[in-house]
């Protein structure tokens, strides 16, 4: 069992490109089957994070290739 703050710790790398993503900053939850549907990377602050934030990354659950102790690999293509 992984707790959410535990997957919050991780970096999320793109196997893609070998880009980092980032942290997680939520997770999309099925409330009907319980079921993880998408973790949600949250946008970088723009200037020191006095000028909002860059968008959001939201990674279906289908593209997560494999989470490891210190790194989720995710497969996102440029277009996504």
């Keep these: 069992m992984v707790k959410i703050s ?7 790398v793109n196997v893609a490109n070998g880009k980092k993503l980032g942290n997680i900053g939520d ?6 089957t319980g079921q993880i549907e998408s973790l949600i990377i949250l ?6 994070g006095l000028f909002g934030r860059e968008e ?17 690999l995710v497969r996102l293509n440029e277009e996504e």
């Design 27 to 32: 997770i999309d939850i099925n409330l009907q």
């Design 56 to 72: 959001e990354t939201i990674i279906p659950w289908r593209n997560i290739v494999k989470i490891g102790a210190d790194v989720i």
């Design 6 to 12: 535990e997957f919050q710790t991780k970096d999320v």
């Design 43 to 48: 946008g970088a602050g723009k200037v020191l």
